[in-house]
């Protein structure tokens, strides 16, 4: 359960500084929003090709770890 959690929590970071960089979504609205349908993009896709379960706890889980990811980094970003 720990892992579950840590894992979707820590997975989709690096996904999250690519929003930030690569398409220069600055704003938290617009990234939540983004981050989300990328994610339910995921799910989807692990379901259609059985790979995965669709779980409503790895949406929620993996979008707040994107999220937490987004404050830490704006917070760094802006200090330099």
């Keep these: ?10 997975v989709f970071m690096p996904l999250e500084y690519f ?3 690569l398409f220069k ?3 938290f609205s617009l990234n939540f929003m ?5 994610i339910l993009i995921i799910e989807i896709l692990q379901f ?3 790979v995965g379960v ?3 706890d790895d949406i929620l889980l993996s979008v707040l770890g994107m999220m937490i990811f987004f404050v830490i980094y704006n917070k760094f970003e802006n200090n330099e």
């Design 19 to 21: 929003i930030i960089n």
């Design 1 to 10: 359960m720990i892992i579950n959690i840590l894992g979707n929590l820590l």
């Design 48 to 50: 259609v090709f059985k």
């Design 25 to 27: 979504v600055k704003k």
């Design 54 to 56: 669709f779980d409503i």
């Design 34 to 38: 983004l981050s989300f349908v990328l």
